[in-house]
């Protein structure tokens, strides 16, 4: 995977993606991200579970920083910010690299102590710090595009600032965030959030399910939750 996607029209390709298409009905169920988030405490449980932190720790600290710091900010702030924030912190390899295995959701907490991440983990990443900061759940999508330029399937985050705008796509291929409309380079394929999956098409897609189903978005909720942020499955 290569590390951001919709212009209204935008067809669905046949990617063959395979395990892919599985994904696409996982929901990012508007998880419950109001609870303050302890980071003290999270950086003792992830000493625990994972070991010594090693200058990871300085990363989640200033992540700790950025969430309070754009807290009250304006959204294209925040959005902003969050997105420098992330490409910034981690470098682009691929999960067999980090984690020796073909296809793994890190915690934005994994990432951060392993400073690297797939394009999964810097969407999920950018989406669990925009829902802490307000940021409606409505307004964000995880959406499955095909990379033109490296033929190859990627994730980007979507913000949709009404349901029909134009969204502004949050990527780790480059730093700007820009409106899907300009990402020429970008083909999308599917996108999803807490009301459902989309397809792609004009005035925000067109929603075609509801279903809820154990995935690797349940297995990232529980290893976050085992960290000690509130989040919550809906």
């Known amino acids: 995977m290569v590390r951001s996607a919709r212009s209204p029209g935008w067809s669905a390709p046949r990617l063959g993606l395979g395990a892919w298409l599985w994904v696409v009905i996982w929901l990012l169920a508007s998880a419950s991200v109001a609870a303050t988030w302890d980071f003290s405490r999270i950086l003792e449980t992830a000493q625990q579970r994972y070991g010594s932190l090693g200058t990871g720790k300085a990363r989640i600290e200033a ?75 409505d307004k964000l999508r995880i959406t499955y595009v095909k990379a033109l330029t490296q033929n190859q399937a990627h994730m980007v985050l979507t913000y949709y600032p009404n349901p029909t705008a134009d969204p502004l796509v949050l990527d780790n291929l480059i730093g700007e965030i820009r409106p899907a409309s300009q990402r020429k380079d970008l083909l999308p394929v599917y996108a999803f959030n807490a009301e459902g999956l989309y397809l792609p098409g004009a005035n925000g897609g067109k929603r075609s399910s509801d279903s809820k189903k154990l995935s690797r978005w349940q297995d990232v909720l529980q290893k976050m939750q085992a960290e000690g942020f509130a989040v919550g499955d809906g």
Do not use: H, M
Not at 71 to 79: D, F, I, T, V
Not at 107 to 124: F, H, I, N, R, S
């Open 63 to 137: 992540w700790s920083r950025l969430l309070q710091g754009e807290a009250g900010q304006a959204e294209r702030e925040q959005l902003n910010a969050v997105n420098r924030f992330f490409n910034r912190q981690l470098t682009f390899q691929d999960d067999r690299r980090i984690w020796r295995q073909t296809d793994y959701w890190a915690t934005p907490v994994q990432a951060l102590l392993k400073g690297a991440g797939d394009c999964e983990d810097y969407a999920l990443a950018k989406y669990f710090s925009l829902r802490k900061l307000g940021v409606a759940s």
